[in-house]
Each structure stands twice: as C-alpha cells, then as structure tokens.
C-alpha cells in the first residue's frame, strides 16, 4: 500500500509539472501571435470580405524559372494512377486577403476527382521559393494530390501573378526599407497565409484539423512563420529556410542572406551614408521591412511556440545563409517546449551532410512523410 501510494504522488507530481509546463509554453505562444498580429495588422492596406473567385490559369507568368532537380520531383511519392493528369481536379481561384492589388492572392489547389465528395481530405500547402511561382510546383502538388490530399499552391507577394515584372519583388523591397508602409519580405505573405487558412478551414473537402504547410528557402520561411503564427497549420516541414537572424548579425553571418535580396541593403547602405553594407545596415533594413524578424521574432521565439504541433525542418549542414550556428538556440528551446508539451516525437530537425542552400530529394522524401505521418487519417497521433 505505501508504495501504491508513493507511486500515486509521484505520479501527480509528475503530471503537475507537465501541466504546468505546458500551461507555460502555451501562454508564451499566445503572447506571441498576439503581439506578431499586431506587427501584421499595423500594415494592412485596408480589410475586406473573404472571397475567393474562379480565374483562368496562367500560361505565361512573369517568372519562368528552372525546373527543379528530376531526382528532388520523383523523390515526392507519386501513386501508380493511369492517367493521373485526368484523374486531377484543378482549381484556379483568387482568393481576397486585403485591400490593393497585392491583396489578391491566386491559388492552384490540385485534388483526385475519383473521391467522394462528403469525403473531407487532408490538405497540403506548398510554398515556392524566390524568384519561382506557383507553376513551378505543380510536380509537387501532383504527387500530393495523387496520394488523396487537397494540394495547395500560391504565388507569395510580388511573384507569378502578383508581380509585373521580373524585378517586382526587389522593387517592393526597396519600396519597403523607403516608405516603411508594406512588408514584402515575409510578413505580408504571412498574412496571406493566414487568410488562406480561414478559407481552407471553410472547404467542405478539406478535413480542418489536417492541413500541413512546406515551402522550399523563402517559402520555407514563409511555412515556419505561418505555423507560428497560426494554429490551424496542424503540421509543418520548412526546408531550407529556417535561421537565426539576430546570430547572423552578431557572428557577421550575414553575408549569403543578404546578398539573395542584395539591392535593398545596397539602397538602405547609400541611405545612411556608408561605403559598403555592414551590420548596422543589415539591422536597419530588418527592423524596417520585416520588423521584429531580428529580435522577438527570431527563431528562438517563434520556433518553439509551434509546440505541440509536429515540426520538422531540414537545411542542408553547409548552407551560408541559414548557418548551423544561429539553429543552436531555437533547437534548444523548440526541444524545451515540445518536453513540457508532453510531445518530443512531433520535433525534428536534420542538418543534411555537404548540402548548402539547395533542396534534395532526402529532404523532400522526408517531409513528405512527416505528413502522411501525421495528417493521413489511419495515422492521426495526439498532438
């Protein structure tokens, strides 16, 4: 009996102490999405009714980038469907996020038509990298859709549809750092994104407690930002684009990231008056177009607060511009949150041997199945 009752006491004790951490790790997510909201909304060009409207697809968009690798496409498990191509339902929508041209946001969403349609599926939204589009994906969101998900594809802000020429995004970036009155690094596709979850989670085929989100560099970026800034992203598997900004600054690691969207720095550093681009310009234009995404934004911040939800990122080991050193403390505390969440096996983290800032078929390979893990009905864990 003595022992039946030490074990019932350690056991409550035990089951305080993850209650009580969970409590934590919740309340700090919270403030978290409230204040980056509040980031979010200070910017808005002006509210407007959710609407999404049928459009025609886009033969031509502005950016006609490279195809991706054959082995990173066939990495993506593709069911053996006999004319898969007419087997797909493809839909072509613009969906309304805000006011002004750039609150039109175009969707490619690809799905089987064989399924019942009272059947509400599990759904998977693809983020594209810089200087890409939504077409570029289509491989992506077909082998998606052949294994029963809703795939979603979208052009980020001042890319495919949304931008009107090839230089639009680095225009809107400097425009940015000038005017201070849009975010276009980030932050505004976020907003999207958050729209876009409103809209999914209002689909009668779209199960709502199931939809994951990926991105590849500036798209993984865009995932791990939506995640945490937006629970009904249930899972979610950045690849090559998780990075600690604020390290960057601090060990002069700055360079590769900076020159991927260099002529804003290069107009920011003619701005304040200096030679060459240095740290304090690196801070300011941070600070400017994507306020906060050097400090209480930072991965060390916003990684953790996806706890519980599964979360999987991949970077290739040598990549300059999300360097392994500024990962050291958001891993530490991601791995802190998901323990206090009674949820270690939904975080995970790998660091491809010899890769720099490039997607491979491992990691395209793996995130595909840390979403049928977690999202295929049969496989639904508590999380």
């Not at 407007?48 to 950016?63: G, I, M, Q």
């Not at 990231?257 to 681009?277: C, T």
């Not at 930072?298 to 519980?308: G, K, L, M, Q, T």
């Not at 891993?331 to 975080?347: D, I, M, V």
């Amino acid at each position: 009996m003595e022992v039946l009752v030490k074990n019932c006491i350690l056991f409550l004790l035990v089951s305080n102490l993850l209650i009580t951490g969970a409590m934590e790790t919740y309340h700090e997510a919270v403030d978290f999405r409230s204040e980056f909201l509040r980031v979010l909304l200070s910017r808005r060009l002006g509210q407007v009714p959710l609407v999404a409207e049928s459009s025609k697809p886009v033969e031509n968009p502005v950016f006609q980038s490279a195809i991706p690798s054959t082995a990173a496409l066939e990495s993506c498990p593709k069911e053996p469907i006999d004319n898969l191509k007419d087997m797909l339902k493809e839909e072509n929508i613009h969906l309304h996020t805000e006011a002004g041209e750039q609150g039109k946001l175009p969707l490619l969403i690809l799905s089987l038509k064989e399924k019942k349609s009272e059947e509400r599926r599990p759904a998977v939204v693809f983020m594209h990298g810089t200087s890409t589009n939504k077409e570029w994906l289509r491989p992506w969101l077909e082998a998606y859709a052949s294994r029963g998900y809703v795939a979603i594809g979208l052009d980020s802000r001042y890319h495919g549809e949304r931008a009107d020429s090839k230089t639009a995004y680095q225009d809107a970036l400097v425009s940015s750092w000038k005017n201070g009155n849009t975010m276009p690094f980030i932050f505004d596709t976020v907003w999207d994104l958050i729209k876009l979850a409103e809209y999914l989670t209002q689909r009668d085929d779209i199960d709502p407690q199931r939809i994951g989100i990926t991105g590849i560099s500036l798209g993984g970026m865009h995932a791990w930002f939506a995640a945490a800034a937006d629970t009904r992203y249930s899972v979610a598997a950045p690849l090559i684009g998780v990075q600690g900004f604020r390290w960057a600054i601090d060990n002069d690691a700055w360079q590769a990231r900076v020159n991927s969207i260099k002529p804003v720095f290069e107009e920011a550093r003619i701005d304040m008056g200096k030679s060459e681009i240095d740290k304090e310009v690196v801070e300011k234009v941070w600070d400017r177009i994507a306020p906060g995404l050097a400090s209480k934004f930072d991965a060390p911040y916003s990684v953790p607060v996806i706890a519980p939800r599964p979360l999987y990122f991949l970077n290739g080991a040598e990549d300059p511009r999300c360097p392994l050193g500024g990962l050291v403390v958001p891993l530490k505390r991601a791995k802190k949150a998901y323990k206090k969440t009674a949820s270690p096996g939904n975080f995970k983290f790998v660091a491809e041997d010899g890769v720099g800032h490039t997607v491979t078929s491992f990691m395209i390979k793996e995130s595909s199945d840390w979403f049928d893990k977690f999202l295929k009905q049969g496989n639904m864990t508590s999380h």
